[in-house]
């Protein structure tokens, strides 16, 4: 099971893979997201990405990126490390 579940109208993500990725407690995440505290963003894949989709979540400085297959399943994950004061990250491509 990886957490993630398909849906008509989207994608509905676990809490325990959210807090897990976030070090929070699951029962803070759906709160969190409510007020606008984790933030969350899809996209899908376009020519050579077609069938990919990307799911992500920022909070606090830092973002978390799951990229999905056709069927659903988790092709990987990544972290963005925190910004620091004065210096932008690069944005990595999903």
Do not use: K, N, W
């Amino acid at each position: 099971m990886s957490g993630i579940t398909r849906t008509a109208d989207g994608y509905v993500v676990d809490a325990v893979l959210l807090g897990r990725a976030f070090g929070l407690d699951p029962a803070e995440v759906p709160a969190l997201m409510r007020y606008g505290s984790i933030r969350g963003h899809h996209e899908r894949g376009v020519g050579a990405d077609a069938g990919r989709h990307c799911l992500a979540f920022s909070y606090s400085g830092r973002t978390f990126r799951i990229t999905l297959d056709e069927a659903g399943r988790i092709v990987s994950q990544s972290m963005s490390r925190p910004i620091l004061r004065g210096r932008l990250p690069a944005r990595p491509v999903c």
